[in-house]
């Protein structure tokens, strides 16, 4: 779909002919002093299920993805109602926690989709999933199956068993990449902010609400969003940072207060439905005007940069405005212990120009950056490659 110049018509075109939809909702949303609130659960179990029936449009329905927060804190609820209070700021005690609510999560959700004859699956993926080529297909071959049967997938990530190098961060993240994995149209985050606020409201709590976002890369996050909230891992940033990611292979992203009353309902009203009169909720986050391939974002996201390379000017100059290879000559620094073909930071003068995989270890690369191709050759001998990280395997601008 040709992207409109106004960006009040692509919201209407996209949410009129989004085929598969992924929602991430958080545990602020999901939560209260109690544990887990079974009137939200209901009320957006009633939305998502009048979300995904059919249309004139779509005739076969929408097919949905749901990333549910909410584990650590409903762990932590349970117990304290046996009387033990839990510090879950350490990582064994989350995901200790975790394992102690996601089930709890999971019979919440199910109980409430029930009610509407609609089947709901368990999936908790690690980073490592993703990571390999192999179980990333099969992700997506399971995924498009549960959809094809008309399965509500309600996905979190598998807390208990994560290690800090493969966890996604936080769930806006694993949502983000979902969106690639799923092939989906559109990406919805239910937060409990209303939007995204056009000033990190901890400095100015009168800041407006910003009605559309053109181009989140250019946004400067540090500076516009607070930290994070008191019941989950994320926040604006992550969330902008996701929608970020969205963007990039072409997909936009709706962010919506998930406690507002049918606010997905009223989001997806036609023009000119009673529904549609009051004004448009949340914040909607243009797509990028050129997709990337979903072969970068995938390389690019699947794990966490295990090192960096600082370049020269001309290298930079070759990168960014003539879509160049990084050679050895152009790189000044190498930090960090990486391996061949690990994802590594590009960078000039302290910031970050994208994400690459490397050709060379940090031991080699330390060897031979600085020299010219027949220098290389003369320490590394012929077995080498021209490029420390060819243009096919960089992502520029990546949002890490």
Known sequence: MERPEDWRQERAQVLAHARVVVIKVGSAVLTDAQGLSETVLEGLAGQLVRLAAPTERLPDGRRLVLVSSGAVAAGRTVLAARGRQVDATGLAARQAAAAVGQGRLMQA?????????????????????????????????????LLQWRVL???NENDTVSVSELKFGDNDCLASLLVNLTGADLFINLTSAPGVLAA????????????????????????????????????????????????????????????????????FAP????????????????????????????????????GGVSVDAGAAQALLRKGGSLLP???????????????????????????????????????????????????????????????????????V
């Not at 993926?125 to 498009?144: H, I, V």
């Open 109 to 145: 959700w199910d109980t409430v989709f029930h009610v509407h004859g609609v089947p709901t699956a368990q999936v908790l993926l690690t980073r490592d999933d993703l990571r390999s080529r192999q179980r990333f297909l099969n992700a997506r071959n399971t995924f498009a199956e």
């Open 271 to 306: 023009a000119g439905a009673d529904s549609g009169a009051a004004p448009l909720a949340g914040t909607w986050v243009r797509p990028a005007g050129h997709a990337i391939p979903r072969r970068k974002f995938w390389l690019a996201y699947q794990s966490e940069p295990a």
């Open 200 to 267: 990190d409201p901890q400095r100015e709590p009168d800041a407006p609400v910003m009605e559309h976002i053109d181009d989140v890369a250019a946004l400067d996050l540090g500076r516009l969003c607070g930290g994070k909230t008191s019941a989950g891992t994320g926040g604006m940033y992550s969330k902008l940072l996701a929608a970020r990611r969205a963007a990039q292979i072409g997909v936009p992203t709706l962010i919506l207060p998930g406690r507002a009353p049918d606010v997905l309902s009223h989001a």
């Open 329 to 399: 000559g152009g790189v000044r620094q190498v930090e960090g212990a990486f391996q061949k073909g690990a994802l590594v930071r590009v960078l000039h003068e302290g910031r970050s120009l994208g994400v690459g995989l490397s050709n060379y270890s940090a031991a080699d690369l330390k060897k031979i950056m600085g020299l010219r191709r027949h220098e290389v050759a003369a320490i590394l001998g012929d077995a080498h490659y021209p490029e420390v990280i060819h243009r096919d395997n960089l992502l520029l601008d990546a949002a």
């Open 153 to 155: 997938p309600i996905v």
